[in-house]
């Protein structure tokens, strides 16, 4: 039996960040919480008769959000034992939970890890007061430290932390000081992003009227180029386009995506692939709440996606991957006669130094990860 | 008969007097069919309606019928037929602006053809107008003194019907002559799908009627009447068009060649011996290729030109192909107006998307060989070292603006290679100025440029006036070294350095950065003149890709894909559509 991946979205935090566009609530008051979580317990039992998923082995589970450190450890412990009665969890199970500083300490990391989290990813995003302040983050710079401090104290071997670089006003050697500052922690892993505004958050304006503040796309390339070769040099693999990790400390969970493995999404607004199937739960946690309590899917967008389209994805997530794709593995999958023609492009574009090829492996070269969005255009029919 | 109506004149005419249409009816101006036209203000096409009137003056029943003329210069050959079929005309002067380079053109025309002449001064309720200077420039451009002046203020229906009884006092009727043989004038026709193209016609001699076999006197081929008509402004059949009256002809013919504005239309068993004169086939003058945006598109554009050219007799085409742009079709306007007018009708009544390059006027050389080429497009043009000597048309300009703004507009003329001719003050404040200038000078941004020197107070109409001489050379577009056909251009020697400049680095904030360096450099022959170097994109990654991103992700891609897949592919470079467009408007 294939291996599944769960992500449980835990829509609510303190306060909504000026930046994010991820689905949350700002909602603090516990019997809430509890009574979300009682309708997401709903739609897992609901989605495992629908998908005939019983008994299937999982090898990752994701707590994310919104602030899911905002739930407390005998509710996350509630929850991994609900997933019990349904799956079971492969020996090697990797259990992430997101934490945001403002909502843990140390003793409750500790607890969090005694009820079966055993990898945190923590929403750090600068180092720096006056950028955590511009992106309305909620957390101060001594309770980041406070909880990256704990990490080592619970002798947690694996956690990551997020960073954001691209920011307005941000300079290379302020960009360079939140990397040192994140290196003091030894953190096993790392995601770096840059700064991405969408319409619907209230940034987006601010940065319409102000464009000329953020680093322009050419210092943006420096910026990330000098942090591959950092994180390089301090033994990180960047074995993804965003993600740096120390050998073996790679998330397993997002790997899932990349691979394009199955993985069930649960909570509002959550995705699932399945079968060939993607799916997306509504956004809103009012629907989302009355379609369990009606017994009805939550569902409000699912997609077959067809042959080229599939081929296409595939390659496109792998190449986010150090591994790359492997010319072997697309011509057992997909017809000949199509994949001839991505290999052909794959091939041209390793001409021109965008993609390296080793064998019959293709991955993207430094200069091909700064402009991945172009490479992939080329590769989509 | 009256033409040279203004558009809400026009209306206002035969709403507020015969109320032949029901207001609920109109929208906005009726007159004004095309959606386009009501847009822009305009009058592209002759508009005809006709109206029954009593005169409390006379105590008499009269029968109007109104022709509703463009103004501007591109559509000339149009109010000219329209005249032919006129007793008189209503020169209409607007209070506020006083008169313009077209009212002039227009007048001489309707002298020419021994019209009267009713001046009629608009938008007096305006609060900038003044009615004393409108009249005193009119004065100035027909050279006459106590004029038979009427005040209107066709907004508010002022005036209006002091107008009509001028026009029933003024204008004579038509001459009815004792002739054995049809003879009748076609100043417009439309096309209509079910019943084919429809002429539109004042009877000058005979009578025709449905059932009659009639013949086109400038192709000697006949049709079957199935119905005539006036126009109130719906057209409405009637038994039969006698002398003097004006209507449509609906006779099942399938191409605008058939009813060709100006041409006579006779009995087919009884022709007359002559045709009325003054007809004349219209000469394109400007140039320019259209290219489906969608290659895919190229039948529809096709058929699209083949449908516009039912109603536009002046709209000529043949197919072309450019290596940037691939297959389409060069056409033949009229003029700047015309040739974006055809561009939009294109696009909103047929949905086709094109690609226009720069308009170019049709240049003589004379080649070493001593062979006269007629170059229509950049690229028929030979290299320098087989030119002999070079011609390109003129036109005699006609400008009126205010006395404040004549230095900027005479810089501008000077700055177009325009030879001063002439300067007249029609009244202390408007005054007129000819130039001769080459064509191809105002087909870039002349007359934006000009409403930009005079605040938007200068007009202007000009007329085709020759060839002659004159510097030209090609420039090249270099794209990576790769010349780009759609876009050359021709220049005059002494301005193709700086318009080469110009277009580059125009062209550098219009091709975005791509996966390459990107080089553009201009060239006269093999010889660069400008050089712009678009450096490789750096950075374009999308960072967070994890489950619910995927779908989203990959559908931004495929958009992205496609907003590409719209761009031409010049080697490994996609250039966008706005850069061909970007040699259309290149600044002087």
Redesign the interface.
Known sequence: MKELSL?FHFPFCLKRCRYCDFVSYPRRDRSFHLEYEKAVFQEIAWKVEEESLWGRELSTVYLGGGTPSLLFPEDVERMLNYLQGFFTFSPSVEITMEVNPETVNGDKIKAFQEAGVNRFSVGVQSFNPRFLYFLGRSSSLGQIENVLSSMEKIHCSSWSLDLLYSLPFQSLPEWQQDIEHALIYHPPHLS???L?LSPVVPLYSFARRHSRVFPS??E??LY?EWTMEKLEQEGYIHYE??NFAQPGAECSH?LT??RGGE?L?VGV?????LGGR?Q?NTSSLKNYLRRLEEGKSPLT?Q?ELEAH?KL??DI??RL?TKEGVQSSYLLTRYRRGEVETKLKCLEYLSQ?G?IIKEGERFALSKKG?????????EI?? | MVSLLTLTMANQLSLEICRVVPKEKMKEQFLDHMDLERERGITIKAKAVRMEYFSPSTGEKYILNLIDTPGHADFSYEVSRSLAACEGVLLVVDASQGVEAQTLAHARLAISQGLVILPVINKIDLPAADPERAMREVEAILGEDHLPFTMVSAKLGTGVEELIEKIVRFIPPPPVEDSPFLRALIFDSVYDSYRGVIPFIRVKEGEIKKGMEIMMFSTRKSFSVSEVGVFTPQRTEVDSLGPGEVGYVVANIRRLEDSQVGDTITSASHPSPSPIPGYKKVKPLVFCSFYPVDYEDYSRLKESLERLQLNDASLSFEADFSEALGFGFRCGFLGLLHMEITQERMEREFGVEVVATAPHVVYHVLSKSGEILEVRSPRDFPPPSEIEETEEPYVEMSITVPAEYLGGVMDLCQSRRGIFKDMVYLSEKLVLLKYDLPLAEILLDFYDCLKAVSRGYASLDYEFIGYRPAKLVRVDILVNREKVDGLSFISPEESAYYRGRALVSRLKELIPRQLFPISLQAAIGGKIIAREDIPALRKDVLQKCYGGDITRKRKLLEKQKEGKKRMKAVGKVRIPQEAFLAVMKSEK
């Open positions: 992500y770096i992003y840059n991405t796309p050419d943006e390339a990330f386009i965003s997002n995506y990349w993985y999404g607004s959550a995705w699932s692939y993607r997306k967008f997609e389209q296409a994805e496109m997530l986010r021109e965008f990860i700064l402009v991945a969005n172009q490479i992939f255009q989509l029919d």
